[in-house]
């Protein structure tokens, strides 16, 4: 029998793809959605992509229509899911998609986000490196997971390796984002505006301010950094989905680049939605639209003594949505891959 599935906040963007990828899994029947203004409308009113799920229909967010679940999967605004899931069975596996539950310092929720502190969950990025193994490892039969930023899990995935192997100095990290609106969710913001981006580049977040960096830090510190630090600038580009991140290091000095290339390949070379890309190839976003894949390209820049590395994800798909299913298959003892997809969409 399958499993019972509500997802909160599926009016959303993030709502959506999880229903896309939930509608298509064996393992699990959405029974209900919930969302705010829309409640109360037909979900195909309001998700007209969703087909096979039109029986469904838009109730409020709230204990009551969230409980009688075995999954529940959260894609509400910041701070909306901590009181929420109290209330829930302590055995009901909940897959959080917000940030509420991501950050085990308090000191750094107050200075990012403020407003009450719930406490870190396992964070839902199963391939980031550990000292003794993989974050994988504590999802196994986790019954509260964090689904990560998607930009934070795409900047964590493309530096763990140099970490991992201590070939990278972890002082000297830069990343470059270029970012799709619908990271920033449905509910229109000016700058997001089609008006505003269309033929344009934007960048937001400048000078160490963007909420994801102690993200970042956090599973970096996992790979086994001790303080890093981070330069992290997005930039919103015009395209519906996709992040492309250039994220580059100072390398350890006399590091081969034969070295860097066996770290990361190393680090991934089991995972079947990380693929490290061979030398010369570096991914587009357009490789990885509706797929669950980290396309990372590597390359040292030896003149200026770092490891440059690119990195194209589905903010929606692996940065959300397919993070969060692919960590519940993993608390849930089946396959981590089940529902999920590592081929795009093209053109
Ligand atoms: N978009 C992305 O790429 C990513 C998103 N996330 C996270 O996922 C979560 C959802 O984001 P996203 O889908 O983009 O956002 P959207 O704005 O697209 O959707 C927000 C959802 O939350 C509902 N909602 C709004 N206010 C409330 C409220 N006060 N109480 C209960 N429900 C409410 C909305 O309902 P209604 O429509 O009825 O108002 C809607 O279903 C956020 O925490 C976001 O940070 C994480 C990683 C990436
Ligand atoms: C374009 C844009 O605004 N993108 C968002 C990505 C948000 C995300 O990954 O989700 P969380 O808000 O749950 O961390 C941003 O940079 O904040």
């Given at each position: 029998m399958a499993f019972?599935?509500?997802?909160?906040?599926?009016?959303?963007?993030?709502?959506?793809?999880?229903?896309?990828?939930?509608?298509?899994?064996?393992?699990?029947?959405?029974?209900?959605?919930?969302?705010?203004?829309?409640?109360?409308?037909?979900?195909?009113?309001?998700?007209?992509?969703?087909?096979?799920?039109?029986?469904?229909?838009?109730?409020?967010?709230?204990?009551?229509?969230?409980?009688?679940?075995?999954?529940?999967?959260?894609?509400?605004?910041?701070?909306?899911?901590?009181?929420?899931?109290?209330?829930?069975?302590?055995?009901?596996?909940?897959?959080?998609?917000?940030?509420?539950?991501?950050?085990?310092?308090?000191?750094?929720?107050?200075?990012?986000?403020?407003?009450?502190?719930?406490?870190?969950?396992?964070?839902?990025?199963?391939?980031?490196?550990?000292?003794?193994?993989?974050?994988?490892?504590?999802?196994?039969?986790?019954?509260?997971?964090?689904?990560?930023?998607?930009?934070?899990?795409?900047?964590?995935?493309?530096?763990?390796?140099?970490?991992?192997?201590?070939?990278?100095?972890?002082?000297?990290?830069?990343?470059?984002?270029?970012?799709?609106?619908?990271?920033?969710?449905?509910?229109?913001?000016?700058?997001?505006?089609?008006?505003?981006?269309?033929?344009?580049?934007?960048?937001?977040?400048?000078?160490?301010?963007?909420?994801?960096?102690?993200?970042?830090?956090?599973?970096?510190?996992?790979?086994?950094?001790?303080n890093p630090t981070?330069?992290?600038?997005?930039?919103?580009?015009?395209?519906?989905?996709?992040?492309?991140?250039?994220?580059?290091?100072?390398?350890?000095?006399?590091?081969?680049?034969?070295?860097v290339r066996a770290?990361?390949?190393?680090?991934?070379?089991?995972?079947?939605?990380?693929?490290?890309?061979?030398?010369?190839?570096?991914?587009?976003?357009?490789?990885?639209?509706?797929?669950?894949?980290?396309?990372?390209?590597?390359?040292?820049?030896?003149?200026?003594?770092?490891?440059?590395?690119?990195?194209?994800?589905?903010?929606?798909?692996?940065?959300?949505?397919?993070?969060?299913?692919?960590?519940?298959?993993?608390?849930?003892?089946?396959?981590?891959?089940?529902?999920?997809?590592?081929?795009?969409?093209?053109?």
């Amino acid at each position: 029998m399958a499993f019972s599935v509500a997802v909160a906040g599926a009016s959303g963007y993030a709502g959506g793809e999880l229903l896309r990828l939930l509608a298509g899994h064996p393992e699990f029947e959405v029974r209900t959605v919930t969302a705010n203004s829309n409640a109360g409308h037909p979900l195909i009113d309001v998700q007209p992509h969703l087909r096979s799920l039109a029986h469904l229909t838009l109730v409020d967010t709230t204990p009551e229509t969230l409980s009688g679940h075995e999954v529940v999967f959260l894609a509400l605004p910041h701070g909306k899911s901590g009181e929420l899931t109290a209330h829930l069975n302590a055995d009901t596996l909940v897959v959080d998609c917000g940030a509420d539950h991501r950050l085990q310092s308090e000191e750094d929720w107050a200075a990012f986000y403020g407003g009450d502190y719930y406490g870190a969950w396992a964070y839902g990025v199963p391939e980031l490196p550990t000292g003794s193994g993989r974050l994988r490892d504590l999802l196994r039969s986790a019954r509260r997971i964090a689904a990560p930023g998607c930009n934070a899990s795409t900047v964590a995935l493309a530096l763990a390796p140099g970490i991992r192997a201590g070939v990278i100095d972890e002082t000297d990290l830069v990343a470059v984002l270029a970012v799709g609106p619908s990271g920033a969710g449905k509910s229109l913001k000016l700058p997001n505006l089609a008006s505003e981006i269309l033929g344009s580049a934007n960048p937001y977040a400048v000078g160490g301010t963007h909420r994801h960096i102690p993200e970042i830090q956090q599973s970096l510190r996992f790979a086994g950094a001790e303080n890093p630090t981070i330069s992290f600038t997005p930039i919103i580009v015009p395209m519906a989905r996709g992040i492309l991140s250039t994220a580059t290091a100072r390398l350890v000095p006399g590091t081969s680049a034969a070295a860097v290339r066996a770290a990361w390949e190393d680090t991934y070379a089991d995972e079947p939605f990380v693929h490290v890309l061979p030398p010369g190839h570096f991914p587009r976003t357009a490789d990885v639209l509706g797929a669950n894949t980290a396309l990372i390209g590597l390359a040292v820049d030896e003149a200026a003594g770092r490891v440059v590395t690119i990195t194209a994800v589905d903010n929606l798909v692996k940065g959300t949505a397919g993070a969060a299913l692919q960590s519940a298959n993993i608390a849930l003892g089946l396959p981590q891959t089940l529902g999920l997809t590592t081929n795009g969409v093209a053109p």
